[in-house]
């Protein structure tokens, strides 16, 4: 009984730690650096700065002809609640009825962008280098203090049952962090003076860590809690740019999925002793973009849309429990995204954006 509850519980947590992300479109960041974020993450078909046109179609970066080197550090801060009630009689006979709200407590979390671009007006070939973190998520939820087992219980005051300890059928102190970064050489080519291929090949860095650790199986004391494991991914990105000269502007790229080997986690239980470990592999979504620019005077338009590949990516096909309480994977659906952004630059070293990512 105590192990069904607890599956219930941890299910309802990964829904929401997989869905309390840096963006709405999964864990999939919209958008790279000041000038793109502000753009809506618009950018296969405008690209306004070196580190939304390396992000988001390798053959923009033909339009720069010279050295540029960008750097960003975003900071990124939400606040997330996470409810639950119980009627009487849930925790046995004679027991009062409870409920109450978690506020996560992770705080800021930063997001770097480095990127650098090489290039020659006279020049058909256009190189860049980036440095991006690309995705992320994380939740910090303390445990329920006010708690049937405290002896201050008093259960008209803010008592949240999903964060009971495990031992009382919650899952305690919930907490989960997710990084990866994202390191891409990219070249552009110019075809003709108005359009222009690019290709980037990738190296990434992903980095997990949650407690408990429900892709780990449960024993007598629970679920475990993990160390942070940690996966090196290839992947790649290919772009088509189309610019008329006349103000439209035309894009697509394709960035394949990126391929992780098994994310190690050497599990503990609560009481501190030795749980067996668990492998699971989760890598990054491929994506198809589309996008349509245009620029006229002060003013410049972007429109994206894409297209994120969950359902065929590894760590996201499957969902669900396994015989023995462990999570086969998220169960994500695929994720479309419309990222759109008007920048005006009437104002002498003071350009305005407003972006929107739906």
Sequence with gaps: ???????????????????????????????????????????????LDISGALQWNPAAISVFDDKIINFDIGLFFSSPELSASLPAGMMGEGSPAVSGITKDDKGVSPMPALAMVWGKEDSKHTFGVSVFGISGFGVTFPEEKNNPMSPTFNPTLNSNPISYAQNMGGFGHFESNYMLLQVGVTWAYEITEKFSIGIQPTINYGALKMEPNPIAS??????PKSDNASAIGFGGQIGLFYDSKEGVKIGASYKTEQEFGDLEFDNKYLDGTEAPGADFKMNYPSILSFGLGYSIEDFDFAVDYRLIDYENTDGFIKKGWTQTGSVKGFGWKNVNVLSAGIQYKGIERLPLRVGYTY
């Design 1 to 47: 009984m105590k192990i069904k509850i607890m599956k219930k519980l941890l299910q309802l947590a990964v829904l929401f730690l997989t869905t309390v992300t840096f963006a709405q479109v999964g864990h999939v960041m919209q958008g790279i650096g000041s000038v793109n974020m502000s753009m809506g993450g618009a950018a296969t078909a405008q690209p």
């Design 218 to 223: 449960p024993g007598a004391a629970g679920y």
